[in-house]
């Protein structure tokens, strides 16, 4: 078995495009997405839509889940342009996708933990906005949720990585499609370089064990970042460009 894994497209209309092709040439089975598909100032509703002709098994992250329901001032303005970009039967079926996936294999497919969309599942969000791995103790009590999964497969952070956690679970992070760093969160997007990639995963069952392949294309960013400008998000223009906001 050979599946592609991608997470935090936030409405990347490019950045999503450039993997579906790396996906195709690569020839996987099939391909999972773990959610926070549109909400940006980019293109949430063209995204919306190729994501819909594919009907991908996806799983409702945590700006899915409030973009239909969420009072208008606990929205970031990036998230206020997504919800006014679609239509509300698009907010809808944002909102009522699966908090989690039951795939074969004994992998589990969610957004941050298996019981919550807004907790990173791999690290730990420090004062100052810098994440740092998650302790032992803490990834275990995270992990509660999914005692018998042999995979889990989570998003939210943007970061990619991979961890051999509690009872051999092996732990995806397929890093994020669309958004290499929070814009929103200056503290955090001030603290450290990333790169304007855009990122996915592949994993691969073979003779019983797993093989991990982490993906970081390139695309045509620049048009991602002018349309983050001509929308007045210059911090998004910057962090899609270069990976870091000043």
């Excluded at 990036?78 to 996708?97: H, K």
């Excluded at 795939?103 to 957004?111: F, N, T, V």
């Excluded at 497969?153 to 994020?176: D, F, K, T, Y």
Aim: aromatic share 6%; net charge negative; with cysteine.
């Amino acid at each position: 078995m050979r599946m592609a894994v991608i997470s935090d497209i936030h409405g990347n209309l490019p950045a999503l495009e450039a993997v579906l092709a790396d996906i195709n040439r690569r020839g996987v089975d099939f391909t999972v997405n773990l959610g926070d598909c549109v909400t940006s100032p980019l293109w949430p509703k063209e995204t919306f839509e190729a994501l819909q002709s594919l009907a991908l098994p996806t799983v409702r992250g945590n700006h899915d889940r409030s973009i239909d329901d969420a009072p208008d001032d606990k929205l970031s303005s990036a998230a206020g342009f997504a919800r006014n970009a679609l239509t509300s039967e698009q907010r809808r079926a944002l909102q009522n996708l699966p908090a989690r996936i039951n795939l074969p294999d004994g992998i589990l497919a969610c957004h941050g933990t298996p019981d919550d969309d807004s907790t990173f599942l791999l690290e730990e969000l420090l004062d100052d906005g810098r994440f740092v791995p998650a302790r032992r103790d803490i990834l275990k009590t995270r992990l509660k949720g999914a005692t018998t999964a042999r995979v889990v497969l989570c998003g939210h952070s943007h970061r990619q990585a991979v961890v051999h956690g509690p009872g051999e679970c092996l732990i995806l992070n397929p890093g994020s499609v669309g958004c290499p760093v929070f814009a929103d969160i200056p503290s955090a997007a001030n603290l450290e370089y990333r790169s304007p990639h855009a990122r996915y995963a592949i994993l691969t069952k073979s003779n019983g064990s797993w093989l991990v392949e982490f993906l970081a294309l390139n695309y045509d960013w620049a048009s991602a970042s002018a349309r983050a400008l001509a929308n007045g998000r210059p911090e998004w223009a910057m962090a899609l460009s270069l990976g870091h906001v000043d």
